[in-house]
Nanobody, 125 residues
Framework: QAQLVESGGGLVQAGGSLRLSCAFS????????MGWFRQCPGKEREFVAAIRLSGGSTYYADSVKGRFTISRDSTKNTVYLQMNSLKPEDTAVYYC??????????????????WGQGTQVTVSS
């Protein structure tokens, strides 16, 4: 059984910060990597960041580089997304996902095998 539970979303003013958490368990604990994606109504799911659970290499979308940081705590089976300097265009539902197998791009949603339920992030101008 695989489970991903996101938390930490909310409403913040532009320029503010939020930290999202994703607690994973079951089969996802053996995943190769974890990723964060986001989706706005009527738009496709968009890659935000990813991290290899072994080694900790990270990958970011150009739109969030320098503002967002993905990290992991292996002792807690939790992945974080620290979001700073938030902009109104960061408003979306943010999803945590587990990429179970090695190989392929980290930015392609179809390569992820398990997904959380999502958490809303709203940035007001």
């Amino acid at each position: 059984q695989a489970q991903l539970v996101e938390s930490g979303g909310g409403l913040v003013q532009a320029g503010g910060s939020l930290r999202l958490s994703c607690a994973f368990s079951g089969r996802t604990a053996s995943s190769h990597a974890m990723g964060w994606f986001r989706q706005c109504p009527g738009k496709e799911r968009e890659f935000v960041a990813a991290i290899r659970l072994s080694g900790g290499s990270t990958y970011y979308a150009d739109s969030v580089k320098g503002r967002f940081t993905i990290s992991r705590d292996s002792t807690k089976n939790t992945v974080y997304l620290q979001m700073n300097s938030l902009k109104p265009e960061d408003t979306a539902v943010y999803y945590c996902a587990a990429k179970y197998y090695y190989g392929g791009s980290y930015s392609e949603a179809f390569r992820y095998d398990y997904w959380g339920q999502g958490t809303q992030v709203t940035v007001s101008s």
